[in-house]
């Protein structure tokens, strides 16, 4: 079966526009969550969904920041009026039960706003 | 709060046993994972450590200690596909966020 799949690879945009960044999880997998990771660091957590709800959103940095999972498969990260420091690796990561212990990361989306 | 501390970069002999150390500080405590990446590529899962003790999964094995908040990789036999980035992640206590500590650059050399 297929892994996680996020698009696009690959976004460059400019400061103050809007993005949007997809992830396909793996099939059946009802946990998906959305990590940034920026050169030299671990990636930090962003938000977790159980199903089509946000269980946590704790790590979404300011109000700008917003995801949604509306029929508990696919996910899309939305970032508003984006800024530099916004630039980095977005991963997300699926599992397949509320354990989360072993979590499957898709390749990522590198976001570079200039 | 949590954190994590683990050194940021480790060179070791193609063949021989490296051992990653981890210790964190968390406000709840549900796990230790450790994950692999290598360069432009995803976090890989390895291990997963719950109770104290030693797991092995092939040639690689986790330790976890949770009185001393403390847990260590070990890679044996190891190969010019080990050099990669290896984390340690705390899973805390009601939460399912995984909390990554900087990583450790594992440099395997002929």
């Known amino acids: 079966g297929a892994g996680v799949s996020q698009t696009p690879s690959n976004k460059v945009t400019e400061k103050g526009k809007y993005v949007e960044l997809r992830c396909d999880p793996i099939s059946g997998h009802t946990a998906l969550y959305w990590y940034r990771q920026s050169l030299g660091q671990g990636p930090e957590f962003l938000i977790y969904?159980?199903?089509?709800?946000?269980?946590?959103d704790s790590g979404l940095p300011n109000d700008r920041f917003f995801a949604v999972r509306p029929e508990g498969s696919v996910s899309t990260l939305k970032i508003q009026r984006t800024e530099r420091g916004d630039s980095a690796v977005y991963l997300c990561?699926?599992?397949?039960?509320?354990?989360?212990?072993?979590?499957?990361f898709g390749p990522g989306t590198r976001l570079t706003v200039l | 709060g949590q954190s994590l501390e683990q050194p940021s970069e480790v060179t070791a002999v193609e063949g021989a046993i490296v051992q990653i150390n981890c210790t964190y500080q968390?406000?709840?405590?549900?796990?230790l994972s450790w994950y692999q990446q290598h360069d432009g590529g995803a976090p890989t899962f390895l291990s997963y450590n719950a109770l104290d003790g030693l797991e092995e999964t092939g040639r690689f094995s986790s330790f976890l200690s949770r009185s001393d908040s403390y847990g260590y990789l070990l890679l044996q036999e190891l190969q010019m596909k080990d050099s990669a980035s290896y984390f340690c992640a705390v899973r805390g206590a009601g939460s399912y966020q995984l909390t990554f500590g900087k990583g450790t650059k594992l440099s395997v050399i002929p």
């Open positions: 968390t406000s709840g405590f549900y796990g």
């Open positions: 990561a699926s599992s397949p039960g509320t354990s989360g212990n072993e979590q499957f």
């Open positions: 969904f159980q199903g089509t709800g946000a269980a946590d």
